[in-house]
T-cell receptor, first 112, second 116 residues
Framework: ETGVTQTPRHLVMGMTNKKSLKCEQH?????MYWYKQSAKKPLELMFV???????ENNSVPSRFSPECPNSSHLFLHLHTLQPEDSALYLC???????????FGSGTQLSVL | AQSVTQLGSHVSVSEGALVLLRCNYS??????LFWYVQYPNQGLQLLLK??????LVKGINGFEAEFKKSETSFHLTKPSAHMSDAAEYFC??????????????FGQGTILTVHP
């Protein structure tokens, strides 16, 4: 157990649905991250929050909308996704920005 | 721009054999280098990292890696593979300066299979 919890573990949604991914860290960290892991591709950084301020938005389509209400919680709101968005979405946190990331187990998303 | 290349998307070894996973990076400034491991159905876990100082870095589970500046490499090794080492391994790089300070770039990953 790394102290970073992601829910749900699996999600199947249609292209017109709206859903949210949740990440919670119990480590007292100040930075949180969303990564996308697709088959046969490197991890893609999506968003980074440091002290609840977004510090990185890596050219992610607007159908993905992050929210960081406090330093312990991070959400990824999803709407009108495409089948190519199917992937494993990983949340991570760190005490110091970019140093020693702790990852959650991910949400496996399938878009039909 | 920084980049990292892992040579070989799949590596297969016998239990007890040497494990060697290759990682090369490109950089115009001194890099910070990392190896992460991902076990099935889990997130990534930090194995080891190099920032400054000794170029041979020891990590968890008996793994180590050596930073070779002349070869721009950071290969991961373990003298004797265990069945429990079967996982996907990711090399990552970040840099201590410039506009991309600290930003991690991951390689494509290498799946390690260990045979009995």
């Amino acid at each position: 157990e790394t102290g970073v919890t992601q829910t749900p573990r699996h999600l199947v949604m249609g292209m017109t649905n709206k859903k949210s991914l949740k990440c919670e860290q119990h480590l007292g960290h100040n930075a949180m991250y969303w990564y996308k892991q697709s088959a046969k591709k490197p991890l893609e950084l999506m968003f980074v929050y440091s002290l609840e301020e977004r510090v990185e938005n890596n050219s992610v389509p607007s159908r993905f909308s992050p929210e960081c209400p406090n330093s312990s919680h991070l959400f990824l709101h999803l709407h009108t996704l495409q089948p190519e968005d199917s992937a494993l979405y990983l949340c991570a946190s760190s005490q110091v920005l970019w140093e020693k990331l702790f990852f959650g187990s991910g949400t496996q998303l399938s878009v039909l | 721009a920084q980049s990292v290349t892992q040579l070989g998307s799949h590596v297969s070894v016998s239990e007890g054999a040497l494990v060697l996973l290759r990682c090369n990076y490109s950089s115009s400034v001194p890099p910070y280098l990392f190896w992460y491991v991902q076990y099935p159905n889990q997130g990534l876990q930090l194995l080891l990292k190099y920032t400054t100082g000794a170029t041979l870095v020891k990590g968890i589970n008996g793994f180590e890696a050596e930073f070779k500046k002349s070869e721009t490499s950071f290969h991961l090794t373990k003298p004797s593979a265990h069945m429990s080492d079967a996982a996907e391994y990711f090399c990552a790089v970040s840099f201590a300066g410039g506009t991309s300070y600290g930003k991690l770039t991951f390689g494509q990953g290498t799946i390690l299979t260990v045979h009995p």
